[in-house]
């Protein structure tokens, strides 16, 4: 799994070469993030899930919850569902980026504390759970996966945000 993610984040790194700070910053419309509040959700939430790894690794507490419907296709299948999550916060509360550098740190920090875990989820028991709101209860392991997870998920944003990009010729 991690050899997976240290995949997207090289991906999503070598992306960056491509952009100037100011392409990172631009938002076609104010309830659609430009791709540097992108690349800050991606990192945002990697770091939460990652929490929530740590949470039940150190639980006492055993969950009988298990996952949704959507849970269960979404592991079944590996992969986040095609589909424009809206989130309870306004998309312009994400920041954007004060740099590049910002993004690499990031990303670079994610992936040193899931190379950690790596080795770590699965000696936890798979009975203690921290719920996810869509996905339903989710042991170490599963929040492990869903960092990858949500992160390829946010791939396919970022190919329609560098349309956006190109179509005001910025890209």
């Not at 999503?12 to 392409?23: A, E, V």
């Not at 690794?57 to 979404?74: F, I, L, N, S, V």
């Not at 589909?83 to 916060?89: D, F, I, P, W």
């Not at 740190?105 to 709101?133: F, I, P, S, T």
Request: aromatic share 10%; proline share 2%.
């Amino acid at each position: 799994m991690l050899k997976d993610f240290s995949a997207i984040i090289e991906h999503f790194k070598r992306s960056l070469d491509g952009y100037t700070i100011d392409q990172l910053r631009y938002k076609c419309k104010e309830d659609v993030w430009s791709v540097g509040q992108m690349y800050i959700h991606v990192i945002d939430v990697a770091e939460e899930y990652i929490d929530h790894i740590q949470t039940c690794t150190m639980a006492r507490h055993e969950e009988p919850g298990g996952k949704t419907e959507d849970g269960t296709k979404a592991f079944s299948a590996k992969a986040w569902p095609d589909v424009r999550v809206k989130l309870e916060e306004p998309a312009n509360t994400t920041r954007n980026p004060e740099s590049k550098d910002e993004i690499i740190a990031g990303l670079e920090q994610v992936l040193k504390k899931l190379d950690y875990w790596a080795v770590r989820v699965h000696e936890a028991n798979q009975a203690c759970k921290v719920r996810h709101g869509w996905f339903g209860w989710l042991n170490a392991s599963e929040w492990f996966e869903m960092v990858d997870m949500h992160s390829r998920h946010h791939l396919r944003q970022k190919a329609s945000l560098d349309e956006k990009l190109a179509e005001v010729g910025l890209r």
